[in-house]
């Protein structure tokens, strides 16, 4: 967990050097900034922009080990539990709502004051959606800050380009109340209309159920990206081995032609 003070800005101030561009990607940073738990490691990819995290018990052992051996990774430190605590502290009397306001006082009192203000803000959805814009503001500017003080100017992600669509010809003639499919065959639908269903579905679920599908969802973030980092490092070592020298050539002398035997 981050030791960052009430109001300390993360990273190093001061720190000197070229200024290197780096296409972040702003919500998996946002969400390491954010996530401070203690088995949680997340890490800024300095080339690629994208945000490694590392679980305790669910990646490999050895991982921190080989990220430690790449310089292209950067330990990202979130946000501490005290400084994001203060924000529900000043987020509540922005609350028009009187009965809101006092259950979020009520709920921020005592361990578990986090979950219990999100259990809260869950049946009231303009609140809720006022709590994230407000904890983004401040997540980004601690961001801003940290991305400076390592000398990292954020530029634009690279964008993906647009698979042209086919001839008309080559589509179905009852494909067109069909969702797309993937090369594979798998039907594919629209990540904002998965987003969409997602959101809609998570109104309907209690906070039991909703906790099971963040931590599997956690889960899920965590292999893929242990997955990616095992990928890059298999490239790196392969790249490595094709650019070394070869052995040196020549014949080696046995033990009778070191003794000058005929």
Sequence with gaps: MSSNSVGER??????????????????????????NAPEVHSYLHLTTGEVLRVVDGVADPQ???????????LRIDPVSSREQYRWMERFIPMVDDNDLRGKLTQAI?????????????????????????????RLRTFMEAWLSAHAIKAIARP???????????????????????????????????????????????????LDMIVGFAEFLKARRAARGFAHHHEHMLQERAAAAPPP????????DDDNGAP
Excluded: C
């Design 159 to 209: 964008a993906w380009a647009e698979v042209p669509a086919a001839p008309e010809s080559e589509v179905a003639p009852d494909s067109t109340d069909e969702a797309p499919k993937s090369q594979s065959g798998r039907r594919t639908r629209n990540a904002d209309t998965l987003r969409q269903l997602l959101h809609e579905l998570s109104e309907s679920l209690g906070p039991r159920d």
């Design 248 to 255: 040196a050539s020549g014949k080696k002398l046995d033990d």
């Design 10 to 35: 993360p990273g190093t101030p001061g720190a000197t050097g070229p200024v290197r561009e780096v296409p972040v990607d702003w919500e998996a940073l946002e969400d390491a900034f954010e996530n």
């Design 109 to 137: 009192d005592g361990k578990g004051a986090f979950r219990r203000f999100k259990d809260v803000l869950m049946s009231y959805a303009t609140d809720r959606e006022r709590w994230f814009a407000f904890r983004s503001e």
């Design 63 to 73: 991982m921190h080990v080989r990220i430690a051996s790449d310089g292209n990774y």
